[in-house]
C-alpha cells in the first residue's frame, strides 16, 4: 500500500518539476533557494543558450527549461524567457561582458555527452588560442538529429554580435548534427520543394563560420548501427530515432546533409589494414565507423592515424591536428596513412 502511495507522489512530484512552465514560479523561487546539482543533460536535456559559463538548457520531454552554471547546478527553472531573465539578473550582479571574439564549439558523438568532451574542451581552453570555448551537450539518443541540430542553432543564433569567428570541432555522430545544422532549412520544409536539394544548396550559413574538424565522422552512415540495431525493437528503445537515421534510414538522413560550405578537414582512426578493428565492419576501421565511411568530398585535408573510435577524443597529437587546422586551414605535421 504505502509503496503505491510512493509512486503516486512521486509522479506528481515529477508532474510539478517538468510540468508546463507557465506555473513554474514557485517551484523557480525554490530552486534558486536550494540549488539542485544536476549531470549537465544526457537523456532529456539540451544547450540551447551559452553565455560565460553560464548555460540554458531545455528539456525534450516538456516545454521547461533551466538555467545551471558552470559546475552543472541549476539556478533557476521555468520558461526560456524566465532563465534568461535570471540570467541577466547574474550578468549585471557580476558585471559580465558581452561573449567576443573567437569562440570554438565543442561537439559530442552518438550515446555520449559533454563529458565525453570535456579533456578535448579543456585542452582546447589552456591553449588560449579562442576567447570563448563551447562545450556543447544534446540529447544524442532521445530525439532525431534535426533537433540537435535545432539546439546547436539556437546555440550559435544566441552568441553576441560581438563574436567575429566560430569554429567547430565534432566527434562521431556530432560532424553529422554540425553537418545537418550547417544545411540549414532547419524546419524541413524543404522536402515538399520541387527540387529540395537545389533550396538546400541555396542555404548561407552564419557569416562568422570559420573551419569545421571533424573527428571519426560517419559520413556515409554507420555500417555497424544497420547490423547492430536493425529492426530490433529492444535496441532501438535504447538509440532511438538517431540510430536509425545513422543506420536503416542513412538513404533518407543523407538527403538532408550537404557538403559544409567553410573549409573542413576529417581525422579518422583505423589499424592502416584491410582488417581493422571490428569483424562486423568491412575494411578498415576505428571500431566503429569505416576509414572510407570518414571521407566526404570537398575536405581540405584528411588523415589517418592508428588509434581507435575514443581514442579520437583523448589523445593529444589529434588536438594538435585540430588546432593546425582550425588556425591554418592545414595539417601541417603531414597527412598519415
Known amino acids: 500500500m504505502f509503496k503505491y502511495i510512493f509512486l503516486i507522489l512521486f509522479f506528481v512530484f515529477v508532474q510539478v518539476l517538468y510540468g508546463q512552465p507557465e506555473s513554474s514560479g514557485m517551484l523557480r523561487r525554490f530552486s534558486e533557494r536550494a540549488p539542485v546539482k544536476t549531470n ?52 549585471n550582479e557580476s558585471k559580465l561582458q558581452n561573449m567576443s571574439g573567437a569562440v570554438l564549439i565543442v561537439v559530442h558523438g552518438f550515446g555520449s555527452s559533454g563529458h565525453r568532451t570535456k579533456k578535448l574542451a579543456t585542452w582546447f581552453r589552456e591553449q588560449k588560442i579562442y576567447d570563448h570555448v563551447i562545450n556543447f551537450t544534446y540529447p544524442s539518443t532521445t530525439q532525431p538529429i534535426i533537433e540537435h541540430s535545432r539546439m546547436l542553432d539556437s546555440v550559435v543564433r544566441n552568441l553576441s554580435d560581438d563574436v567575429r569567428r566560430i569554429d567547430f570541432v565534432a566527434h562521431s555522430l556530432g560532424c553529422i548534427v ?66 536509425d537515421e545513422l543506420g536503416l534510414r542513412w538513404d533518407e538522413t543523407k538527403k538532408k546533409l550537404g557538403i559544409p560550405k567553410c573549409e573542413f578537414a576529417i581525422i579518422a582512426g583505423g589499424c592502416g589494414n584491410n582488417k581493422g578493428f571490428s569483424r562486423l565492419i568491412k575494411g578498415d576501421d576505428d571500431g566503429v565507423v569505416s576509414v572510407e565511411g570518414t571521407k566526404l568530398a570537398g ?5 589517418l592515424f592508428y588509434m581507435d573510435h575514443d581514442d579520437l577524443l583523448q589523445t593529444e597529437v589529434i588536438f594538435e591536428y585540430t588546432l593546425d587546422f582550425l588556425k591554418k586551414g592545414t595539417f601541417k605535421l603531414g597527412n598519415r596513412e
Open 40 to 91: 549537465g543533460g544526457y537523456l532529456f536535456w539540451g544547450d540551447v543558450l551559452f553565455f560565460h559559463e553560464w548555460h540554458i538548457q531545455k528539456n525534450i520531454n516538456f516545454n521547461s527549461y533551466r538555467l545551471i552554471d558552470g559546475n552543472a547546478i541549476q539556478r533557476a527553472f521555468g520558461t526560456f524567457d524566465e532563465c534568461k531573465s535570471r540570467l541577466d539578473e547574474i550578468r
Open 178 to 243: 554540425v553537418r545537418r545544422y550547417l544545411s540549414g532549412v532547419l524546419d524541413d520544409k524543404w522536402i515538399a520543394a520541387e527540387n529540395p536539394v537545389a533550396v538546400r544548396d541555396k542555404f548561407t550559413p552564419d557569416t562568422r563560420i570559420g573551419r569545421f574538424v571533424m573527428l571519426g565522422p560517419p559520413n556515409h552512415g554507420s555500417e555497424l548501427a544497420a547490423k547492430l540495431i536493425g529492426n530490433n525493437r529492444v535496441i532501438r528503445t535504447v538509440t532511438g530515432t538517431t540510430g
Open 299 to 303: 575536405a581540405a585535408e584528411w588523415a
